[in-house]
């Protein structure tokens, strides 16, 4: 087992017997025996069924609903309208903190987006609720829809993402281009996609006089109970929530849905349990989605191929009612060095519900354009994309001029490149076939992903029986939580994982955190690292105190935790157990509590990113355009790699995820009524087993003493960048045709 | 869900009284029409569901020669007869291009010919639709219609036939036996779906009640096993419906084809027989230059609908391709990828 060097860990923790371990996940067995309970799964006795009514047309004004008509079908309970609706503690429209997106909750009968909840029916049956709903037949006043990039009036947003400047410049982008030997001016687009976790946003609420009973899928149990308690008027402690399973989030399940406030409003009023799940193509609308993008993308060098300016411009679109703007041009921040760089970003306002962050929002979008024009740029100089990446790597970051805590992606260009062969690569588009006459092409990019913490507490304890206890209300999106952080939470008190209670997954532990940005595992994790040597270091004390410990006079940092035992750092042969040390002292347990947290002195000295290298083969039917990947490999450096097991599947993940936004995920609206026409998932295209080609992850060693205590830095989001482009690339070096609308359809390829 | 009736005969004859009454529809593996019923876009009365049909799940080989299937045989066991898939690999292979492995071992022969089309206007029921509505009007006239057909549409629909299925079964001249409530008849598949001219409510030639009992293929269609394929351009590998297809099927005697047979899909109301580009090929050895003429016959008549001038120069594209494969012969062995430009078994496309 290696030991592991920590820089803020407290000298008594060992690290390294349950960190790194390639486990499998601790609740695979319940998952695939169908015993996982997701929000969904559960019936409490009398509950009753809920089914939204959506709009059918993206703008205007309910006029007529049949109530009457839903209400005489057998077995309806009862139709929530906004002419009847149990009240609210404030008003949805007011935006508490800048984490609250405004929903539609039946404040009024006006329609911003098509499939925006309009009435919800509450009935006996799922069946009876579904029919209930049609029978309302909804009449509308319709407004013509504002749809698409070129909507109306843009303008710049005050902040784009969560809370990122709209702009940012270094140096003189105008003058760079102006000085440029080579330069290249590219647009591109990314169309809208949703989120389409495989479990639908559900939840099923019971009220018991003004306590609250929740079970729904989160990936923020605080901010989801913080919002429930002031829409509803109560206080925190009177509302429960489990999730201990998510069936995907991708960052739709941050935040309280409007549909799920629904569901809680009709249990209200119905006083009974109530159930509400969405239907596939309600997921189109209510609760997020990645907006479209047009980027600009204008980039210079020099003689030798070093960039003189790259201007990085990103047009997106916002509902007509709130404010979230896809952060697609600070992708160009982080990643190449020049001297010049501008990112901006515009926007119009459609009618669509708010887009919202999904897995890796900014990044994903902004890393396809980005990539791509960096492989236009290398191309007319004339130079190997990766050479031409190598000599624009950037050793600090290029916008702010800080150095990185770490950066192993010389080692991830390396590393990838060897084990892809790319060397073997034809400069030249269109040279490359294989034995019966399909072009090759391959192509690579740069993946990026900035190393985020939030704050997290978690509380520790060890008991009489020497076993340890753990809790944190974290999330298990299908990541591994359960898995990841028990690691974790071992080794923070010296234990193997089976003699830890690991629990999370509900509201009432610690607040963990939202999991999202990558953070999770490394906020999550310092929290509970944090609890653990709070926790030993009380051990410590009952023991190194005690005279008739052999371990008394040590002092506290003078003991290390390993296997259940306290053991004297400079004679390991004297040592002792926790059970015999909580004997003699005759307590049952101690506990403690820990933080994890950004650590804002760190970030002001460095830039904290994950990097990695993808690179793609694809292989194109030169005269159909059909397009097939057939291998790829990325080399990625995240930092401390808790379990390698879960982490490969979170690249593949994001990888396959990347080669979809090149090839295959789009909303197709209707460019009259707003509407998404393709709202399910055979026609929305994800790729399918037989469109994944093998896949292999290279994790690349990365020291990182300044992003945590553990030196984690999240690979959630990181998979999908670098690999969207580089899949991009790959079409053109097969085809010669630079294709720079996504995702990339055959017509394209048929010219 | 609106509720209805559901009754399950266990004869043909009980079916088809069962059906006589308006508002029935039959109901054979469900998974186009409880998809349709659940959008709101059929709402039957009464459910007559077959699968209890006796004797409508036989593949059988006629003394003439022909063979006939019955209406609920699955997808999948038809595809996986390797009698069946030795004679007529190019059906074989347009089964297994079709839906996912889960839909196949469900799906019927009678529910595949009669599938609606995926139309996303049709299936939206706030949108116009005259196949759904009649006299409503058409939303993907103007709207986001860049699969749609580019052969046999109307100003009223243009609406494309999805299966894959029909496309071989119509170039091999399959026949549909049909019973309905003035007794059996049977009429050519390449009569059963009627284009939309005017009355786009109108899928098929079948009057309300007819049941289909089989598919027969005549003892002609098995002369086509050496050299016939099937190709389907997508946009991805499985699980996704044709953008436009080819099944391609040649006699070749003395290095010259006696006969060729030649349909596309995913392009018309209907699987779409290009008897035009049947005549260029008989008589004459199977060159490159005779497949480019025989692809320019298929589609003299081709306009796009829409955004979807691409199509008839991918049509163009793929039935010389079907061509090229068929000539080259039947692979030995069911591709990994069937109908995929990436199923190749030999390097002879780019000789
Ligand atoms: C996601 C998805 C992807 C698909 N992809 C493809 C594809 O790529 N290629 C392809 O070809 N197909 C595809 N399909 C369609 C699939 O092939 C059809 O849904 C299936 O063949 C229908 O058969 P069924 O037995 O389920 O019919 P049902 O859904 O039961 O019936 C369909 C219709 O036929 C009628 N009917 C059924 N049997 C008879 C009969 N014997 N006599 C009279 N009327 C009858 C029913 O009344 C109904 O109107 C796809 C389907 C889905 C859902
Ligand atoms: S093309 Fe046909 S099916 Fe589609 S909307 Fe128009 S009428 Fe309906």
């Given amino acids: ?69 839903a209400k005489c079908h057998p077995g309806v309970v009862d139709v929530m309208t906004p002419d009847h609706k149990p009240p609210l503690a404030i008003d949805p429209e007011i935006k508490t903190n800048p984490f609250v997106f405004r929903m539609e909750v039946l404040q009024s009968n006006e329609v911003r987006y098509a499939n925006q909840p309009i009435a919800v029916v509450i009935a006996e049956t799922l069946e009876v609720a579904t029919e209930g709903a049609v029978l309302l037949a909804p009449r509308y006043e319709t407004l013509p829809a504002l749809v698409g990039l070129d909507a109306g009036e843009s303008f710049v947003p005050p902040v784009v993402g969560v809370g990122n400047p709209t702009e940012n410049h270094r140096g003189d982008v105008e003058a760079g281009l102006a000085l440029a030997e080579k330069h290249i001016e590219a647009v591109y687009e990314t169309p809208p996609q949703y989120h389409n976790a495989m479990e639908p946003h559900a939840i099923v609420a019971a009220w018991d006089g003004d306590s609250l009973q929740l079970d729904m899928p989160t990936q923020g149990l605080m901010l989801s109970l913080a919002r429930v308690a002031e829409l509803f008027g109560i206080a925190h402690d009177k509302i429960h929530i489990r999730s201990p399973f998510l069936g995907g989030g991708f960052g739709s399940k941050g935040f309280m849905a409007g549909p799920q406030v629904l569901g809680v409003m009709a249990a209200k009023l119905v006083r009974k349990p109530v159930k509400l799940v969405l239907r596939r193509e309600q997921m189109y609308g209510p609760v997020g989605h990645r907006a479209p993008t047009r980027q600009r993308l204008r980039i210079g060098t020099d003689g030798e191929g070093r960039l003189t300016a790259l201007d990085h411009h990103a047009r997106t679109v916002s509902s007509t009612f709130d404010d979230f703007y896809e952060p697609a041009a600070d992708a160009s921040r982080t990643l190449y060095a020049a001297p010049a760089i501008r990112t901006s970003h515009d926007a119009v306002r459609v009618n669509t519900g708010t887009p919202l962050f999904m897995r890796a929002p900014g990044e994903a979008t902004g890393s396809i354009a980005l990539e791509s024009a960096i492989d236009e740029m290398a191309w007319a100089c004339g130079i190997d994309p990766l050479a031409f990446r190598l000599k624009n790597y950037a050793e600090v970051e290029p916008m702010t001029g800080k150095p990185f805590s770490s950066k192993a992606l010389r080692a991830c260009y390396e590393q990838g490149a060897a084990r892809f062969g790319w060397s073997k690569r034809s400069l030249q588009p269109r040279r490359m076939r294989d034995d019966s006459g399909l072009l090759v092409g391959w192509g690579m990019g740069t993946a990026t992903f900035p190393a985020l913490m939030f704050q997290a507490e978690a509380r520790a304890a060890i008991r009489r029986d020497g076993r340890g206890a753990m809790e944190i209300g974290a999330h298990d999106m299908g990541q591994g939580a359960w898995t990841a952080l028990a690691q974790i939470a071992a080794d923070a008190v010296g234990l193997d994982i089976d003699r830890v209670e690991f629990k999370a997954g509900t509201s009432d532990l610690p607040d963990a955190g939202i999991a999202g940005g990558s953070a999770h595992t490394a906020t999550a994790g310092a929290a509970i690292h944090s609890a653990g040597a709070a926790v030993i270091a009380k051990l410590a004390d009952l023991a190194t105190g005690d005279e008739r410990s052999p371990l008394f006079g040590a002092g506290n940092a003078g003991v290390i935790a390993r296997d259940g035992r306290l053991i004297r750092r400079d004679d390991e042969s004297r040592s002792e157990s926790y059970a015999e040390i909580l004997a003699r002292a005759g307590v049952a347990e101690v506990e403690a509590r820990g933080t994890g947290a950004p650590n804002p002195a760190a970030m002001e000295e460095y830039a904290m990113h994950a990097h990695g290298a993808v690179f793609a083969e694809v292989k194109v039917d030169p005269e159909l355009g059909q397009i097939r990947v057939t291998r790829m490999v990325g080399a990625f450096a995240a930092g401390r790699i808790v379990n390698p097991h879960l982490v490969k599947s979170q690249l593949f993940g994001g990888m396959i995820w990347g080669m979809s936004f090149a090839l295959h995920e789009e909303a197709i609206t209707d460019r009259r009524s707003g509407r998404i026409m393709n709202a399910n998932l055979g026609e929305y295209h994800i790729p399918v087993n037989a469109d994944v080609p093998p896949l292999d992850v290279i994790t690349v060693e990365e020291h990182d003493p300044h992003v945590n205590a553990l030196g984690i830095k999240g690979v959630g989001e990181i998979g999908i960048t670098g690999s969207a482009g580089a899949v991009a690339n790959a079409v053109w070096h097969a085809t010669g045709v630079r294709v720079r609308r996504f995702p990339i359809r055959i017509e394209e390829l048929l010219k | 869900m609106k509720p209805f009736d559901y009754v399950r005969p266990a004869t043909v004859a ?29 709402r039957p009365d009464r459910l007559v569901d077959l699968t209890h049909l006796e004797g409508l799940d036989a593949i059988e080989r006629l003394a003439d020669g022909g063979l006939r299937i019955g209406a609920l045989v699955s997808n999948a066991d038809l595809a996986h007869d390797p009698e069946f898939a030795k004679s007529y690999p190019v059906v074989a292979e347009a089964l297994l291009s079709g839906a996912s492995a889960q839909l196949r071992n469900a799906a019927t022969v009678g529910g595949n010919l009669l599938q609606r089309t995926r139309c996303a206007y049709f299936y939206d029921t706030a949108s116009r639709c005259n196949k759904r509505d009649a006299g409503s009007g058409c939303d993907a006239r103007g709207g986001e219609n860049r699969t749609h057909a580019v052969l046999g ?58 049941l289909i009992v089989a598919v027969r293929l005549p003892p002609a269609a098995r002369g086509f096993a050496a050299h016939a394929r099937y190709l389907k351009v997508r946009e991805r590998t499985s699980y996704a419906f044709a953008m436009v297809s080819a099944a391609a099927a040649l006699r070749i005697e003395n290095g010259k084809i006696s006969e060729a047979r030649l349909a596309l899909g995913g392009v018309a109301a209907k699987p779409w027989r290009a008897r035009a580009a049947e005549d260029v090929l008989r008589g004459v050895a199977p060159t490159a230059d005779v497949f480019q003429e025989a692809a320019w016959r298929a589609l003299t008549d081709a306009k796009p609908s829409g955004d979807n001038a691409f199509k008839i120069a991918l049509a163009r594209r793929i039935v010389v391709r079907a061509l090229t494969l068929a000539a080259a012969g039947t692979p030995a062995r069911m591709p990994a990828l069937p109908a995929s430009p990436f199923a190749s078994t030999s390097g002879a496309i780019h000789a």
């Fill in chain 2, 14 to 42: 009980e079916a088809v009284a069962a059906a006589a009454q308006p508002g029935a529809t039959y109901l054979a593996a469900g998974t186009n029409l409880l998809d349709l019923m659940k959008g709101g876009v059929s």
């Fill in chain 1, 1 to 69: 087992m290696p030991e592991l060097n920590l820089t803020s860990a407290p000298a008594h923790l060992r690290h390294g017997s349950n960190i790194g371990q390639p486990l499998t996940r601790r609740d695979g067995i319940l998952k695939v025996r169908g015993q996982a309970t997701y929000a969904a799964d559960n019936h409490p006795p009398g509950m009753l069924f809920a089914v939204m009514a959506v709009s059918s047309i993206a703008r205007g004004r309910v006029t007529s609903l049949d109530v009457t008509a």
């Fill in chain 2, 153 to 210: 549409w109307s100003e009223n629909c243009i609406a494309t036939h999805p299966s894959d299925f029909c496309v071989p079964l119509v170039a091999l001249g399959a026949i549909v036996e049909i019973e309905g409530k003035n007794g059996r008849r049977e009429i050519a598949l390449d009569e059963l779906h009627r284009l939309p001219g005017d009355t786009p409510e109108r899928d098929s030639a079948l009057e309300h009640g007819d």
